[in-house]
């Protein structure tokens, strides 16, 4: 069982803004700066979101990050077909010395 | 271009011994924080460990077990995995991160560790 907290399941229809949450402690997202991973199938994960509500280049900015204390939350909005994969937040635990991941959304475009 | 490519999977009986190598080119991969993540099957990513060429930290599964590595002259990361249990079995990615940014910017293909007897 993770020490960061995520619905195991989230959906919406296209067009839709969807969000997706993440809630751990105050020694790893209450520290430290957040990142958000998008997981296809048989492809490597991909950063969406560092330091909390960055953007790397070439991802969209339907994809928005934001922090509150120990939560921290990935919105896209404009939902589309293919933004069906998994999420995962991940941060750096200071008590722990480790990375740790959530255990996961499934998003699914209804 | 930046491309990581690991190497080394395979199928291994419990107990027993295995070596990954993640082969970087590029960049050179001592300028980064170069992480292991593993997705077991049917699971989420679980992260495994990390080095910036001077410091290693390992998830507590693992600690004891493996040990991470690299060789800058080969610009290759690796992952020595030892007294392997079937919980163990995983797809494995190398991964580099920006320093002190926790932007994975960069990640390999991923190699398969099945522990079976």
């Known amino acids: 069982q993770s020490v960061l907290t995520q619905p195991p399941s989230a959906s919406g229809t296209p067009g839709q803004r969807v969000t997706i949450s993440c809630s751990g402690g105050?020694?790893?997202?209450?520290?430290?700066?957040v990142s958000w991973c998008q997981h296809l199938p048989g492809t490597a994960p991909k950063v969406l979101i560092y330091?909390?509500?960055q953007r790397p280049s070439g991802v969209p900015d339907r994809f928005s990050g934001s922090k509150s204390g120990t939560s921290t939350s990935l919105a896209i909005s404009g939902l589309r077909s293919e933004d069906e994969a998994d999420y995962y937040c991940?941060?750096?635990?200071?008590?722990?010395?480790?990375?740790?991941f959530g255990g996961g959304t499934k998003l699914t475009v209804l | 271009q930046v491309q990581l490519v690991e190497s080394g999977g395979g199928v291994v009986q419990p107990g027993r011994s295995l070596g990954l190598s993640c082969a970087a080119s590029g960049f050179t991969s001592s300028s980064y924080v170069m992480h292991w993540v593993r997705q077991p099957p049917g699971k989420g990513l679980e992260w495994v460990a990390i080095?910036?060429?001077?410091?290693?930290f390992y998830a507590d599964s693992v600690k004891g077990r493996f040990t991470i590595s690299s060789d800058n002259s080969k610009n290759t990361l690796y992952l020595q995995m030892n007294s392997l249990r079937a919980e163990d079995t995983a797809v494995y990615y190398c991964?580099?991160?920006?320093?002190?940014?926790?932007?994975?910017?960069?990640w390999g293909q991923g190699t398969l560790v099945t522990v079976s007897s």
């Open positions: 991940a941060v750096w635990d200071d008590s722990l010395s480790v990375w740790v």
């Open positions: 080095t910036d060429g001077n410091n290693k």
């Open positions: 105050s020694s790893n997202i209450g520290r430290n700066s």
């Open positions: 991964a580099r991160e920006v320093p002190r940014s926790g932007l994975f910017d960069y």
């Open positions: 330091k909390d509500d």
